[in-house]
């Protein structure tokens, strides 16, 4: 069990970085929207603005993939991952 | 038809059926070349990919329970990730939403960054654990992990609540495009389009669903993205538009502030058509407060998270870390498709407001934009209209209004499009509409059949009864969705953001603590969803009848509301209980370890 107990503590880690990521993407940086939308942001948008149409939901994908990716090690690392398929 | 290596062959299958349907599209715009009447191509357009859905249907037919309620679980993860988009993004994302941008700028674009980011919600929290438990339904999870049939009912009434206050809206989406396309009225045509909707679901079930539901992204998103481009080219601004139009939000800005934001007068505006609107608010600036932002965007992450016809296209995978990627995918397609809208509201208010552009027509005289073709065709739709408010002769901005819609609908005209275009785009619309209300209409059948029916009635039926029943609840709620659909009460039921309120307040926290918090009973859980869902839709009756609200939670987002009572009367009540059995939590450990059988044996 208590190799169920650490394979536990590690998925939540992930789980706490990746929900942090995820808050400042989707609610931190608006906490600063009308200040950041003066600066200008990739492609020559204004940066909130190009964070609502593009870079925030990029970053969801890119985010989820990710923790997809370390999650696949963690449970690896336990010998608990799945055989075959994809 | 669709034997074993079926899922093998499934990158071919859907680069024929691609390579076919733009076939389809090159021969239409021939056919518009050679003297095809307008109507004919839509009827076309709109019949061939019935016709196709509809086969599809056939031939996933299926008499077995684990096909029918999870597509046997085979589903890959980039297919599973296009079924779910199309799952996902209804007729009102694919013909309003460019619409919301145009006219509501940042306010309305907090709904983008919710409905992609709650899916790092679904991802994390929720999916691979459901998966790993081997459910058919949501509400099978819930009286799996809590046990007892008060919290699986109290699921199913969630769900049913949610579920149906979005259906209806897709159904009415649905015959409103049969109608235009096949010309015929409005009260049939619903039925019309239910009929289409059951031929994809009614055999297959949650399979018949799946390969539909990939179709119908392959033909939505070629019907968004090729218009998109297209119009970018044919206004000279840029041949990528999502990296190019930079120039373009801020020529935008700059006529914004030449134009000003006059404020029309009342009596002024009672003469415009119900439903149109005028440019108000600035293209690219900040015009929400920080609050109103952020909590728009989270009621639609935490309603992502809860809604049970999303969550059961994760049951169809055949693996946990499947189901992991497979959201990925599902956010990836989504994202093609919310990316490009904005750069669609962008193109289409450039076009018509600039005056340097041949097609802009702030500025030009009444007469002359009156005498325009598209003009005409959109003001007799009842989607464009002008009036010489202040009587000098020429349109300014406080002076154009148009409907939600005709950002998708008519942009594409007003840039020179061919129709064959406008034919693709109804298809698209179509496509999207019919793959949501199947989701919604299969999510509230299984439910009830598997949940009510199966565990709860009659739990020693014959599976070849309970496909009967599944098949018949799934026809008699389709047909009660088209029936209030045909009454038209669309400002009552076309609130697809009240689905995501519904459901968050009475379903998040009982799924995300029954994974999550292994004391989570089912006291707690049953006073989760009731106190949770009753208190949300109290306060969306108080604020709708005039209440003030508070913490500015508005009917737009009363599910936080709900949700919060929901977690304090979870998190109390468990308490105030005794912890679940042995056997319960062992079942919690069980979903944490990808590897192994399902928690619920026998049900594959």
């Known amino acids: 069990m208590a190799k169920n107990a650490q394979h536990w503590e590690k998925t939540r880690g992930l789980l706490f970085v990746t929900l942090a990521i995820w808050a400042v993407f989707s609610m931190g940086i608006f906490l600063f929207g009308a200040e950041m939308n003066e600066v200008t942001g990739p492609f020559g948008y204004p940066l909130t603005y190009w964070f609502t149409c593009q870079g925030s939901l990029a970053i969801f994908v890119i985010l989820i993939f990710w923790f997809a990716g370390r999650q696949e090690k963690i449970d690896e690392e336990f010998g608990f991952s799945e055989k075959g398929d994809d | 038809m669709i034997k074993g290596n079926f899922i093998d062959n499934l990158p071919k299958v859907y680069g024929i059926y691609t390579g076919g349907f733009i076939g389809f599209i090159i021969l239409m715009a021939i056919g518009e070349q050679m003297g095809m009447t307008a109507k004919a191509i839509g ?119 949610a579920s149906f206050t979005y259906v209806t809206a897709q159904i009415n989406a649905t015959g409103t495009i049969a109608a235009v396309a096949l010309d015929i009225p409005f009260q049939y045509a619903v039925y019309v389009g239910l009929v289409s909707i059951l031929l994809c679901s009614m055999l297959g079930g949650m399979r018949g669903v799946t390969w539909t539901q990939v179709a119908q992204y392959i033909v939505l998103i070629i019907a968004y993205l090729l218009p998109v481009f297209w119009i970018s080219n044919n206004i000279g601004a840029g041949f990528f538009p999502h990296f190019m139009l930079a120039d373009e939000v801020a020529r935008i800005g700059e006529l914004e502030q030449q134009f000003g934001f006059v404020k029309n007068s009342a009596a002024d505006l009672a003469t415009v058509p119900k439903g149109l609107a005028g440019i108000t608010k600035a293209h690219s600036e900040v015009n929400a407060t920080p609050w109103a932002f952020i909590s728009l965007a989270l009621a639609m992450m935490m309603g992502t998270a809860s809604l049970p016809h999303v969550m059961m296209r994760f049951f169809t995978t055949p693996s946990v870390k499947a189901a992991r990627k497979s959201v990925g995918w599902s956010v990836f397609f989504i994202f093609l498709l919310y990316s490009s809208a904005p750069m669609l509201a962008t193109l289409s208010k450039l076009a018509l407001i600039d005056p340097n552009l041949p097609t802009g ?20 739709a009842n989607l464009m209209f002008v009036s010489d408010f202040n009587g000098n002769g020429t349109v300014e901005l406080n002076e154009f209004f148009m409907g939600g819609k005709a950002v998708v609908l ?121 106190l949770g869902l009753v208190s949300g839709f109290v306060y969306l009756v108080w604020v709708r009848s005039g209440g003030s609200g508070f913490l500015g939670i508005t009917q737009l987002t009363f599910g936080i509301f709900g949700s919060t009572v929901s977690l304090v009367a979870m998190v109390v009540v468990s308490l105030m209980t005794s912890a679940p059995s042995a056997a319960t939590q062992k079942m919690v450990d069980d979903s944490r370890v990808p590897a192994g059988a399902s928690v619920i044996g026998g049900q594959k």
Not at chain 2, 129 to 151: E, H, Q, S
Request: proline fraction near 3%; hydrophobic fraction near 55%.
């Open chain 2, 43 to 161: 009827i076309c357009f709109v019949g061939f990919t019935i016709f196709i859905y509809a086969l599809i249907g056939w031939l996933s037919r299926t008499a077995q329970a684990s096909n029918y309620y999870v597509a046997g679980r085979t589903v890959p993860t980039v297919f599973n990730g296009m079924a779910t988009a199309a799952d996902w993004m209804s007729g009102a994302s694919f013909v309003a939403m460019a619409g919301g941008i145009y006219f509501k700028g940042y306010g309305y674009m907090a709904l983008l960054v919710g409905w992609t980011g709650g899916y790092v919600l679904v991802a994390t929290l929720l999916a691979p654990y459901l998966r790993k438990f081997g459910c058919y339904t949501v509400p099978d999870f819930v009286g799996t992990r809590y046990g007892g049939n008060t919290a699986r009912l109290m699921a199913v009434i969630v769900l049913t609540v």
């Open chain 2, 361 to 380: 027509i702030i500025g030009k005289s009444i007469a002359e934009v009156q005498a325009i073709d598209w003009y005409q065709n959109w003001n007799q």
């Open chain 2, 410 to 530: 008519a942009t594409p005209e007003i840039a020179g499009l061919p129709y064959v275009i406008s034919g693709l785009v109804a298809a698209g619309g179509l496509a999207a509409a019919m793959s949501t209300a199947d989701g919604l209409i299969l999510a509230i059948a299984n439910a009830i059949s598997h949940d009510v029916y199966y565990k709860m009635v009659d739990p020693k039926a014959e599976t070849a009864k309970r496909l009967v029943v599944a098949r018949v609840l799934l026809v008699v709620i389709g047909f009660a969705g088209a029936t209030i659909a045909a009454m038209e009460i669309q400002g009552i039921l076309g609130s697809v953001i009240w689905a995501f309120d519904f459901a968050m307040s009475g379903l998040f926290w009982p799924l995300v603590l029954g994974v999550w918090w292994k004391r989570a009973n089912k006291e707690g859980a049953i006073a989760g969803m009731v």
